[in-house]
């Protein structure tokens, strides 16, 4: 029987009739929301006592079994006696609900609201008039202000207001400001400290034709920004004033906007006129689209890779190899993170390749045979040998890097050698410690760029500068490098690049700054990768900064029940079990661990690995992290990639050698 459950509202479960199972008591309930707060993951049951109880009662263990029993009979009155509930589950000294993600409406409004990226008005009304209606009323509301649920219930209240206001957004835009205004009105009431509310509120009346009502709530917002917080509006809302007052033609809808609308539709026609029914063309000129629409970022990111796949996947079916080489190949946009965003995909495009390097006639222009050696170059990132052979299947794409740098050079392309410096750059991490390499990489990729015009690998080359000379402690230059970024980014609108620039002034922050403002600079920069379209990335990365954030101040970690640690938790692990001891635990979690992906992140995770072998006294965990590391000596632990930081890799090698003495 499929269970579902509501905390958008008063904590309610149903059956899969829609009915509502019997959750017994006030405790009960609480019991479950504790549990759906640690979204699928294990909560000891001390830490559950700790939670309920202010001051637990002697027998408080076994009430805790109690309600366990208590739920798993309301959850699944239909499972046969003394038979393991498969949704409540023991593991441990703990217990852990395993619900999948799309049974609680709160994982599904914050799935919904991270997946709206740069989507078109139409498609966000369409989400959030749904998403909107999963609500029932204040998140977990029959709880008051529990420990245990503050950061959640804040977290989807902010989600939900921010739902309200795209939504109202998505109105203006479609031309409906009328309908916007009632619920922005009741918003701004209810919210008076949020400004971007006030000002749609505005806008949303001036375009309805009530250009004396918008003044009006421009005049209540600074009164009550006032009131309440004792600070004047912000410029945005003081320049809608001057707008409106000097009836700004911006401010009327449709006359940019159609403009564009009518350039796009006229130019969509042509370009339809043009290509007739070629499909042969139309593939190639779709690939083209893709790889701008990439470089948007959000939902555009999204889709450009998965139409591209079905591009490929067309070019196959025709049976031309010249063609399926071309429809590959012409995606070349430039890639930073040595971690694919969909490895599946990316494996698939791999063997398309190969299969179209093998189908080729032997007189094929190498240019086509330098595009597809470079895409399996690029999409191959993070699959280097976990050693250092040279051959065989697994060193194939440092091949491939090598064989489609030496053709482009010789062909005196630059953007083909662009792509294939970017394939160069994916595969340089056969060991630590490579920072000045890539340093050299990133130099010529922005000079060629620059020089002939290549704005989007001009970026790249910067950003692998950023990396590089943040890895080799030279903050002064990767700022220079930042700027630089930022400059090219605002001039040709390429909304995705603030992301990598965002990240490295939060690192910036905790190198030079206190905890707190490090804390929020990685919070800040983490809402900016939201809906990115990069899982890659994200997956794990925020978690991961506020680690190394606390380990490098001198802070002992702690982890908030929930945590995913995405494709870092097998290193993470055994740092968090030394911190909440003993260290049994610990020791266990290093025995025989893996290797970290040849990564960026690298000489960051044997670092944390190195410090939980040092806590433990694991002699052979420590001799291989030192060979791994000593390569690094020189190099700040965690800055190649730009984002986060765990000092010195030397100071990392000194504690191991003393541990080892």
Same mark, same amino acid.
């Given at each position: 029987m499929?269970?579902?459950?509501?905390?958008?509202?008063?904590?309610?479960?149903?059956?899969?009739?829609?009915?509502?199972?019997?959750l017994k008591?006030?405790?009960h309930?609480?019991?479950?929301?504790?549990?759906?707060?640690?979204?699928?993951?294990?909560?000891?049951?001390?830490?559950?006592?700790?939670?309920?109880?202010?001051?637990?009662?002697?027998?408080?263990?076994?009430?805790?079994?109690?309600?366990?029993?208590?739920?798993?009979?309301?959850l699944?009155?239909?499972?046969?006696?003394?038979?393991?509930?498969?949704?409540?589950?023991?593991?441990?000294?703990?217990?852990?609900?395993?619900?999948?993600?799309?049974?609680?409406?709160?994982?599904?409004?914050?799935?919904c609201?991270?997946?709206?990226?740069?989507?078109?008005?139409?498609?966000?009304l369409?989400?959030?008039?749904?998403?909107?209606n999963?609500?029932?009323?204040?998140?977990?509301?029959?709880?008051?202000d529990?420990?245990?649920?503050?950061?959640?219930?804040?977290?989807?209240?902010?989600?939900?207001?921010?739902?309200?206001?795209?939504?109202?957004?998505?109105?203006?835009?479609?031309?409906?400001?009328?309908?916007?205004?009632?619920?922005?009105?009741?918003?701004?009431?209810?919210?008076?400290?949020?400004?971007?509310?006030?000002?749609?509120?505005?806008?949303?009346?001036?375009? @309805?034709?009530?250009?004396?009502?918008?003044l009006?709530v421009?005049?209540?917002?600074?009164?009550?920004?006032?009131?309440?917080?004792?600070?004047?509006?912000?410029?945005?809302?003081?320049?809608?004033?001057?707008?409106?007052?000097r009836?700004?033609?911006?401010?009327?809808p449709?006359?940019?906007?159609?403009?564009?609308?009518q350039?796009?539709?006229?130019?969509?026609?042509?370009?339809?006129?043009a290509?007739? @029914?070629?499909?042969?063309?139309?593939?190639?000129?779709t690939?083209?689209?893709?790889?701008?629409?990439?470089v948007t970022?959000?939902?555009g990111?999204?889709?450009?890779?998965?139409?591209?796949?079905?591009?490929?996947?067309?070019?196959?079916?025709?049976?031309?190899?010249?063609?399926?080489?071309?429809?590959?190949g012409i995606?070349?946009v430039?890639?930073?993170?040595?971690?694919?965003?969909?490895?599946?995909q990316?494996?698939?495009?791999?063997a398309?390749?190969e299969?179209?390097l093998r189908?080729?006639?032997?007189?094929?222009?190498?240019?086509a045979?330098?595009?597809?050696?470079?895409?399996?170059?690029?999409?191959?990132?993070?699959?280097?040998p976990?050693?250092?052979?040279?051959?065989?299947?697994?060193?194939?794409?440092?091949q491939?890097?090598?064989?489609?740098?030496?053709?482009?050079?010789?062909?005196?392309?630059?953007?083909?050698?662009?792509?294939?410096?970017n394939?160069?750059?994916?595969?340089?991490?056969?060991?630590?410690?490579?920072?000045?390499?890539?340093?050299a990489?990133g130099?010529?990729?922005?000079a060629?760029?620059?020089?002939?015009?290549?704005?989007?690998?001009?970026?790249?080359?910067?950003?692998?500068?950023?990396?590089?000379?943040?890895?080799?402690?030279?903050?002064?230059?990767?700022?220079?490098?930042?700027?630089?970024?930022?400059?090219l980014?605002?001039r040709?609108?390429?909304?995705?690049?603030?992301?990598?620039?965002?990240?490295?002034?939060?690192?910036?922050?905790?190198?030079?700054? @206190?905890?707190?403002?490090?804390?929020?600079?990685?919070?800040?920069?983490?809402?900016?990768?939201?809906?990115?379209?990069?899982?890659g990335?994200?997956?794990?990365?925020?978690?991961?900064?506020?680690?190394?954030?606390?380990?490098?101040?001198?802070?002992?970690?702690?982890?908030?029940?929930?945590?995913?640690?995405?494709?870092?938790?097998?290193?993470?692990r055994?740092?968090?079990l030394?911190?909440?001891?003993?260290?049994?635990?610990?020791?266990?979690?290093?025995?025989?661990?893996?290797?970290?992906?040849?990564?960026?992140?690298?000489?960051?995770?044997?670092?944390?690995?190195?410090?939980?072998?040092?806590?433990?006294?694991?002699?052979?965990?420590?001799t291989?992290?030192?060979?791994?590391?000593?390569?690094?000596?020189?190099?700040?632990?965690?800055?190649?990639?730009?984002?986060?930081?765990?000092?010195?890799?030397?100071?990392?090698?000194?504690?191991?050698?003393?541990?080892?003495?």
């Amino acid at each position: 029987m499929r269970v579902t459950f509501g905390v958008l509202g008063a904590v309610t479960a149903w059956d899969e009739t829609g009915r509502a199972l019997v959750l017994k008591g006030p405790r009960h309930r609480a019991f479950l929301a504790r549990l759906l707060v640690a979204q699928r993951q294990v909560v000891p049951v001390a830490r559950l006592v700790e939670d309920m109880w202010t001051e637990p009662p002697a027998n408080a263990v076994g009430t805790v079994r109690t309600f366990v029993g208590d739920l798993r009979r309301g959850l699944e009155p239909d499972r046969p006696p003394r038979t393991p509930s498969q949704l409540l589950v023991t593991e441990g000294s703990g217990y852990a609900l395993r619900v999948p993600k799309d049974d609680v409406d709160a994982w599904r409004f914050e799935r919904c609201m991270n997946n709206l990226g740069d989507a078109r008005p139409a498609r966000v009304l369409e989400v959030l008039d749904e998403a909107l209606n999963w609500w029932r009323g204040p998140a977990f509301a029959d709880f008051g202000d529990e420990r245990w649920l503050r950061s959640t219930r804040s977290r989807l209240t902010e989600l939900r207001l921010h739902a309200v206001e795209r939504r109202a957004e998505a109105m203006i835009a479609l031309g409906n400001p009328a309908d916007a205004v009632p619920a922005l009105d009741a918003h701004v009431t209810d919210h008076p400290w949020r400004e971007d509310a006030w000002r749609m509120l505005a806008l949303a009346l001036y375009r @309805s034709g009530r250009q004396a009502d918008a003044l009006s709530v421009l005049r209540r917002a600074r009164s009550m920004l006032r009131e309440h917080l004792g600070m004047d509006p912000g410029r945005r809302l003081r320049r809608l004033e001057e707008d409106i007052l000097r009836q700004a033609d911006h401010l009327d809808p449709g006359t940019a906007d159609t403009t564009v609308n009518q350039v796009w539709e006229q130019a969509t026609a042509s370009y339809d006129g043009a290509l007739g @029914s070629s499909a042969r063309t139309r593939l190639e000129s779709t690939v083209g689209l893709m790889r701008d629409l990439a470089v948007t970022g959000g939902g555009g990111l999204e889709a450009a890779r998965r139409h591209r796949v079905s591009a490929v996947a067309a070019a196959e079916q025709l049976d031309d190899p010249v063609l399926t080489a071309r429809v590959i190949g012409i995606y070349d946009v430039p890639a930073i993170w040595p971690r694919a965003d969909d490895p599946e995909q990316s494996r698939w495009l791999v063997a398309a390749a190969e299969r179209t390097l093998r189908s080729l006639a032997e007189d094929t222009q190498d240019a086509a045979r330098c595009r597809l050696l470079s895409t399996i170059a690029v999409e191959s990132r993070g699959t280097l040998p976990a050693d250092t052979a040279t051959s065989g299947p697994l060193a194939r794409p440092l091949q491939a890097a090598g064989q489609a740098e030496e053709m482009a050079r010789r062909l005196e392309d630059p953007s083909l050698l662009a792509f294939a410096l970017n394939g160069v750059f994916m595969q340089s991490f056969r060991r630590a410690g490579l920072a000045a390499r890539r340093d050299a990489i990133g130099t010529e990729i922005t000079a060629l760029a620059a020089a002939h015009g290549l704005v989007h690998y001009e970026v790249l080359g910067h950003l692998i500068r950023i990396q590089s000379r943040c890895a080799l402690a030279d903050l002064t230059a990767a700022d220079r490098h930042a700027a630089a970024v930022d400059e090219l980014a605002a001039r040709h609108e390429l909304p995705l690049v603030s992301v990598f620039t965002d990240w490295f002034r939060a690192l910036r922050t905790a190198t030079t700054g @206190s905890l707190a403002a490090a804390e929020e600079a990685y919070e800040q920069a983490a809402r900016s990768l939201r809906g990115a379209g990069m899982p890659g990335l994200e997956n794990g990365l925020l978690p991961l900064a506020q680690l190394c954030l606390r380990l490098t101040h001198g802070v002992a970690p702690h982890e908030t029940p929930g945590t995913d640690w995405g494709p870092y938790e097998p290193w993470v692990r055994p740092v968090l079990l030394v911190e909440a001891g003993p260290t049994d635990a610990a020791a266990s979690a290093l025995r025989g661990i893996p290797s970290p992906a040849r990564d960026l992140m690298f000489e960051a995770l044997w670092c944390l690995v190195a410090r939980a072998a040092v806590a433990v006294g694991d002699r052979d965990v420590l001799t291989r992290a030192r060979t791994q590391l000593a390569p690094a000596a020189a190099e700040v632990a965690g800055a190649g990639s730009g984002l986060i930081t765990l000092g010195p890799v030397a100071d990392c090698l000194t504690a191991i050698e003393t541990a080892l003495r």
